[in-house]
T-cell receptor
Framework: TQLLEQSPQFLSIQEGENLTVYCNSS?????LQWYRQEPGEGPVLLVT?????EVKKLKRLTFQFGDARKDSSLHITAAQPGDTGLYLC?????????????FGGGTRVLVKP | ETGVTQTPRHLVMGMTNKKSLKCEQH?????MYWYKQSAKKPLELMFV???????ENNSVPSRFSPECPNSSHLFLHLHTLQPEDSALYLC?????????????FGPGTRLTVL
């Protein structure tokens, strides 16, 4: 059982459509981070959410941290082929040091032109 | 050069070989990490170094031996590996508390053990 469950595992959509990916846990996280990884590269940080109920927007990307700090979602509006990649959520598990991250299994997103 | 660099990008080795992976960061960070990314598992933290001291060994087999001579360089020495060790090995760096800036990853070394 993964500590951070991401769903769906794979998502294929047409350019212009919207999508939402989810990151869920039975445990409370002090913070959660979202990364995007493109083929042949390492993950790149998109956002960090810290406060329960927090919503952050990054252009067409909207990130939400659940009120209980056990779940998070990433919504992309009008997806573009450049949004293609592996989306990973990560956080320090159960009081672990802030830099000891547990990663979810990822959601692979394919945006077709 | 900027960011986090890793060499080599690809490595094929036999089970009896000894090889080393190298990571270098030019971001002024004091924490460095090794991760393993394989096809069927989430990204797994292997080792954490804070200010050149190892602060985390996530139950990694002894055939993987890390070395951190200074805050900018990190090595992973490999010997007598198994085929199931084939994976993408990622290095990352950050400020020690991680905080909102997150971790900065290198492009990884794709390792194949024959």
């Amino acid at each position: 059982t993964q500590l951070l469950e991401q769903s769906p595992q794979f998502l294929s959509i047409q350019e212009g459509e919207n999508l939402t990916v989810y990151c869920n846990s039975s445990s409370v996280f002090s913070s959660l981070q979202w990364y995007r990884q493109e083929p042949g590269e390492g993950p790149v940080l998109l956002v960090t959410v810290v406060t329960g109920g927090e919503v952050k927007k990054l252009k067409r990307l909207t990130f939400q941290f659940g009120d209980a700090r056990k779940d998070s979602s990433l919504h992309i509006t009008a997806a573009q082929p450049g949004d293609t990649g592996l989306y990973l959520c990560a956080g320090p598990f159960q009081g672990a040091a802030g830099n000891k991250l547990t990663f979810g299994g990822g959601t692979r997103v394919l945006v077709k032109p | 050069e900027t960011g986090v660099t890793q060499t080599p990008r690809h490595l094929v080795m036999g089970m009896t070989n000894k090889k080393s992976l190298k990571c270098e960061q030019h971001l002024g960070h004091n924490a460095m990490y090794w991760y393993k990314q394989s096809a069927k598992k989430p990204l797994e933290l292997m080792f954490v170094y804070n200010f050149k001291e190892q602060t985390e060994n996530n139950s990694v087999p002894s055939r993987f031996s890390p070395e951190c001579p200074n805050s900018s360089h990190l090595f992973l020495h490999l010997h007598t590996l198994q085929p199931e060790d084939s994976a993408l090995y990622l290095c990352a760096s950050s400020h020690p508390g991680n905080g909102g800036e997150g971790q900065f990853f290198g492009p990884g070394t794709r390792l194949t053990v024959l």
